[in-house]
């Protein structure tokens, strides 16, 4: 597969609102505004660096997975999300591969892009997102 840079970092918040006072106020990155994408319980916010971007992610509901990951390890640093050129021919290459995947098939994430995780299992413990942005 053909990974083309580091798409952006996503942190698990317990409030956007209280995160952008370090990441906007603090740092200084640019608040482009949150998005709610409801499938997944979450709502996010992106603030550009560079060609990347640091997600930050809070839940909307006590079941969603970002609220299972803080009751679990807290809130911080929760994945990495490689932007890729095909996302369909890296999940083929991946399965074929054999790696544990939670996405078997891409779907649409925040921004419209098309994401799908590798399961932390097959990764040493680490969250992996792949997303392609056409
Ligand atoms: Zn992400």
Redesign the pocket.
């Known amino acids: 597969m053909k990974i083309l840079q580091i798409d952006?970092l996503?942190i698990a918040v317990n409030s956007i609102d209280e995160g952008k006072n370090f990441w906007s106020g603090v740092l200084g990155l640019p608040f482009q505004g949150a998005e709610t994408v409801s499938e997944q319980k979450v709502t996010t916010a992106f603030f550009p660096v560079g060609e990347s971007e640091v997600?930050l992610l809070e839940s909307i509901s006590a079941d969603g997975p970002v609220a299972k990951f803080i009751e679990k390890k807290g809130t911080g640093f929760q994945?990495i999300?490689f932007r890729v050129e095909d996302i369909d021919a890296a999940l083929r290459e991946l399965k074929e591969k054999g790696v544990q995947l939670i996405d078997q098939e891409p779907r649409i994430?925040a921004g419209g892009a098309r994401i799908a995780f590798l399961h932390p299992k097959a990764t040493g413990g680490i969250l992996v997102?792949l997303c392609q942005r056409d």
């Open positions: 952006h996503g997600e994945h999300a994430g997102e």
